[in-house]
């Protein structure tokens, strides 16, 4: 990614944000996190990752929502941005939240053995051993 895709993609990153949470008023919409903006080399087109934390039943009223104000959400970017051009914005649903959450709880969910202590004459004979290399 160049430089100028990475600036404008945490540009539109911030701009989305701060629409979905203080201009947008379409109920679906609430508690919505724009995680990753990820734009082509054209500026064209913007792939716009999207999470409702811990509310993944959500995503199709969510995504079919973010399509129906995809219109107004595009011209308040095309305010903001300087860009010849307003990219195309396609929302995907963020899953790898998901998928760390469940990594989480299965390691979590091992159950680990402790370690089995070493007797006290071993470590004594570990640590004359460390002193030797000095």
Same mark, same amino acid.
């Given at each position: 990614?160049?430089i100028?895709?990475?600036?404008?993609s945490?540009?539109?990153?911030?701009?989305?944000?701060?629409? *979905?949470?203080?201009?947008?008023?379409?109920?679906?919409?609430?508690?919505?996190?724009?995680?990753?903006?990820?734009?082509?080399?054209?500026? *064209?087109y913007?792939?716009?990752?999207?999470?409702?934390?811990g509310?993944?039943?959500r995503?199709?009223?969510?995504?079919?929502?973010?399509?129906?104000?995809?219109?107004?959400?595009?011209?308040?970017?095309?305010?903001?941005?300087?860009?010849?051009?307003?990219?195309? *914005?396609?929302?995907?649903?963020?899953?790898?939240?998901?998928r760390?959450?469940?990594?989480?709880? *299965?390691?979590?969910?091992?159950?680990?053995?402790?370690?089995?202590a070493m007797?006290?004459?071993?470590?004594?004979d570990?640590?004359?051993?460390?002193?030797?290399?000095?």
């Open positions: 990614m160049s100028k895709q990475a600036r404008m945490g540009r539109i990153r911030k701009i989305l944000s701060e629409l *979905l949470l203080r201009e947008v008023s379409d109920p679906r919409l609430n508690g919505l996190t724009v995680t990753d903006v990820e734009l082509d080399p054209e500026l *064209l913007a792939r716009i990752k999207v999470n409702a934390l509310e993944e039943e995503k199709e009223e969510v995504l079919f929502a973010l399509e129906h104000a995809k219109g107004f959400l595009r011209r308040e970017v095309a305010k903001r941005v300087r860009l010849r051009k307003a990219p195309d *914005l396609i929302f995907r649903w963020d899953a790898s939240l998901e760390g959450e469940r990594i989480t709880r *299965l390691i979590n969910s091992l159950e680990i053995p402790p370690e089995e007797p006290d004459d071993e470590m004594d570990k640590d004359n051993d460390d002193d030797q290399l000095d």
